[in-house]
């Protein structure tokens, strides 16, 4: 599906990482205890499409989580 040393500048999360595994399995039906938020990214893959549009994404700086 994507050629060797392939290089995509789009920006992705990782909730999209199981809609797409899904797709690429070819499993449509199926069901999850929680609503499934992400959402493929097989047309970044095939470069006919992006899914990163209307996604705001929000950091917190700094991330102190102890010592």
């Known amino acids: ?4 040393n392939t290089i ?3 920006y992705l999360i990782i909730k999209d990482f199981y809609p797409t ?3 690429k399995a070819c499993i449509k039906d199926y ?3 929680q609503q499934v ?3 493929s990214f097989v047309p ?3 470069k006919i499409g992006v899914t990163a549009e209307n996604l705001d994404l929000f950091w917190h700086f700094p991330n102190n989580w102890g010592s």
């Open 44 to 46: 970044m893959l095939k």
């Open 21 to 23: 595994i899904l797709e």
């Open 37 to 39: 938020d992400g959402k």
């Open 8 to 10: 995509c500048g789009d």
């Open 1 to 4: 599906m994507v050629k060797p």
């Open 31 to 33: 069901q999850t205890v």
